[in-house]
């Protein structure tokens, strides 16, 4: 699509630069693919040189411009402090959920899936699943952090004030040393997701669900440990009313529906297994 109205390209990763009119540019793969007939500038924060992933004891920190190439790789070249980060087997996989060519992986960005907010996004499954916590720069210099979960509210719809930039993701090494379960779904092999269920035991038993691609939003629940499949199915229904289920083309929200309780069950059953499997080892 043409994007005709553009005056500037200013490289910067400065938020008190921001103006009305104004588009952070990161991968642009879907700012370019819609187009915009109001946009005046976009700031490009590619040459911001943030260290796309940092992996610390505490945890893994992902730059907001870590592409999706780069984020597949690091799930096979791991640092010493990553070696019981089971969760990250979770990268690959919700990487391939992008369904995109190499072309896409190499330019697309975590931080422009998060901020894109579709339901589909893989990035919002990943790092919400994982209890990710957003990092928002502001134009008042200040700065703010909040769950991946708080950050998405909608079919492309997020909670940041205009101006603000996203500048990374941090993933807590609790929830990357849990035990993990995903499951994905579609209409066509090669279709967006329509669901994308991920749930964890944590070390210390706390069973996490969150579900995505199915909502307009994350939606997670936990439990203290691996529930029962009536207490699962009970807390579906009471976390998910039918209208924040999404509906377009690639599924009816009765679809995502039941396909949200089935996989999510089919997530609760193989967690319990595997949490029964480490009891008897101890």
């Known amino acids: 699509m043409d994007i005709n109205t553009i005056t500037d390209l200013v490289p910067t990763s400065d938020p008190a630069h921001w103006r009305p009119g104004d588009a952070w540019l990161g991968g642009g793969t879907v700012l370019f693919s819609y187009g915009s007939q109001s946009l005046q500038r976009l700031l490009?924060?590619?040459r911001?040189?943030?260290?796309?992933?940092?992996?610390?004891?505490?945890g893994l920190e992902i730059a907001a411009t870590c592409t999706v190439a780069e984020l597949?790789?690091?799930?096979?070249?791991l640092p010493a402090a990553a070696a019981d980060w089971t969760a990250l087997e979770l990268l690959r996989p919700c990487c391939d959920a992008f369904v995109a060519s190499f072309k896409?992986?190499?330019v697309s960005t975590v931080g422009g899936n998060l901020c894109?907010?579709?339901?589909?996004g893989p990035m919002t499954s990943l790092t919400a699943a994982l209890d990710g916590r957003a990092l928002v720069l502001s134009p008042d210099g200040t700065q703010r952090t909040l769950p991946v979960t708080e950050l998405v509210t909608g079919d492309g719809q997020t909670s940041l004030a205009p101006g603000e930039l996203l500048r990374s993701v941090s993933l807590p090494a609790h929830a990357l040393r849990a035990r993990t379960a995903m499951r994905r779904l579609s209409l066509s092999n090669l279709g967006r997701s329509g669901v994308l269920v991920i749930g964890r035991v944590d070390p210390g038993g706390d069973f996490i669900l969150t579900v995505t691609a199915s909502t307009v939003r994350p939606v997670q629940l936990r439990f203290g440990s691996v529930p029962g499949p009536g207490e699962l199915r009970g807390a579906l229904d009471a976390a998910i009313p039918f209208a924040?289920?999404?509906?377009?083309?690639?599924?009816?929200?009765?679809?995502?529906?039941?396909m949200?309780?089935?996989?999510?069950?089919?997530?609760?059953?193989?967690?319990a297994e595997a949490s029964q499997e480490m009891k008897a080892a101890q």
């Open 244 to 258: 924040l289920y999404h509906d377009d083309v690639h599924g009816l929200p009765q679809w995502r529906q039941y």
């Open 104 to 106: 896409i992986w190499n």
């Open 72 to 77: 597949y790789a690091f799930a096979g070249d």
């Open 44 to 46: 490009d924060i590619t």
């Open 116 to 120: 894109t907010a579709l339901p589909a």
């Open 48 to 58: 911001a040189g943030w260290k796309p992933l940092s992996a610390t004891d505490g």
């Open 260 to 271: 949200t309780e089935r996989l999510s069950e089919e997530i609760r059953a193989e967690l």
